[in-house]
């Protein structure tokens, strides 16, 4: 009997890259070849083949909010990518494909569709990006993060974003408050510069990311701050905080309610679409988090939140977030793309 194979079209940020990576776990373990599609560029070159898979790499870049003639360059590069992509599909012959959203995902999709390759996208966002928009019309299956996130005649299926973490049970071994600060792997210059003059009588473990973590750590005025470039136990620092203060990626937010992890949330501005505010809300409109806009944003504010939290508040705001929680994304994506392949 031959191998099957899964073609995974997922590159750039570790919001495409994690989720698909998830998948592709759970693909393996039913003994699948993965053959993955990425770009040159992205961090998937470094993450992707630490788990043994090779990529296969297209030059891609985005047109949108360009000038004109970076516009005429960026088409003129997306068929090349194209071409490129119609030719590694056509080499391996993937039995199906997953599309992760993503100029990758756009380019290859289209060159999956045009071969005839069943496909299958997923959207980890509350609004679709343009590749996923695009994709969906021509895909056999659609998955979404999050409901309503695509019109009702797709019969999109809401599987919840497959990601790494685990719910641990929360223990409270003292009357401590603890607060986690995460700014994404690459920080969040406008929420570290307001944290740092958070009151000192709180626990804080810092991620600032790795360019931003030394001016932080001079800057906290609670000098028992730990700060840290990159938390590498996500699992655990979920469990030890009480209070998360955030932006609002798409996978910060499914981890969250998969934790039951109360939440401040301080979405991106200038997020493509304002996905990370439609993220964001689902939260804090399901009573699991606070959504503070930038613009809003001060220490005086946030120190105020804090301040007024009481147990039975944070109690009720973890319950909501788990009830929001979609456990099993992997394994839902996983088997229909088996289903899919076997038919």
């Known amino acids: 009997m031959s191998t099957k194979k ?5 590159a750039g940020t570790g919001g495409h890259i994690f989720p698909a990576l998830a998948v592709a776990k759970e693909l393996q373990k039913n003994e699948v070849d993965i053959l993955w599609i990425g770009t040159k560029s992205g961090m998937e070159n470094k993450i992707v083949p630490e788990h043994n898979i090779k990529i296969n790499q297209i030059d891609a870049i985005g047109v949108r909010g360009k000038n004109p003639i970076k516009v005429f360059l960026s088409i003129f590069k997306l068929f090349q990518a194209f071409l490129k992509s119609y030719q590694i599909l056509k080499n391996n012959k993937p039995d199906a494909v997953l599309g992760m959203g993503g100029y990758v995902s756009g380019i290859a999709g289209l060159a999956a569709f045009l071969r005839g390759i069943p496909i299958i996208i997923q959207e980890q966002n509350a609004v679709p990006g343009t590749a996923n928009k695009l994709i969906s019309k021509v895909c056999n299956k659609v998955f979404q993060a999050f409901h309503g996130t695509f019109p009702i005649k797709l019969k999109p299926i809401t599987s919840g974003n497959p990601v790494f973490v685990k719910s641990l049970k929360k223990t409270k071994n003292n009357s401590d408050f603890n607060l986690l600060i995460l700014g994404g792997s690459l ?37 028992s701050a730990k700060v840290v470039g990159f938390i590498d136990n996500m699992s655990k620092a979920y469990q030890w905080a009480d209070i998360v203060i955030s932006r609002a990626g798409a996978m910060t937010v499914s981890e969250l ?81 088996l289903e899919l392949i076997n038919s």
């Open 6 to 10: 899964v073609a995974i079209l997922a």
């Open 187 to 223: 920080g969040a210059k406008p929420i570290n510069d307001v944290v740092i003059h958070l009151e000192n009588n709180i626990n804080i473990l810092h991620q600032t990311g790795d360019m931003h973590i030394n001016s932080v750590k001079k800057s906290h005025l609670n000098k």
């Open 257 to 337: 309610m998969l934790t039951g992890t109360p939440a401040i949330l301080i979405p991106l501005p200038h997020a493509i679409d304002n996905h990370q505010f439609y993220n964001a809300k689902i939260l804090s409109d399901n009573g699991a988090a606070i959504l503070i806009e930038q613009k809003d944003l001060s220490a005086k504010k946030l120190n105020d939140l804090i301040s007024n939290l009481t147990q039975e508040k944070l109690d009720s705001m973890s319950q909501n977030a788990k009830k929001l929680a979609s456990p099993n994304a992997s394994k839902i994506i996983s088997e229909c793309l």
